[in-house]
């Protein structure tokens, strides 16, 4: 996923989160994406390595 991405979804959660008053779950949503884009990368790394051992 590109950096652009993640701009994009932050300005979309923001303007919605703003709008709805809801400040808290911006940064909350913000965290968790985050944290869910890191634990995909760190799976994406170790599948990549188990699949170079194989063959």
Do not use: A, D
Request: proline share 0%.
């Amino acid at each position: 996923m590109n950096g652009w991405l993640y701009t994009l979804y932050f300005i979309v959660i923001g303007v919605v989160s703003f709008l709805t008053g809801e400040i808290v779950t911006f940064v909350m949503l913000g965290i968790i994406l985050i944290s869910l884009t890191n634990i995909h990368t760190t799976l994406k790394e170790i599948l990549k390595t188990i699949q170079e051992k194989k063959g």
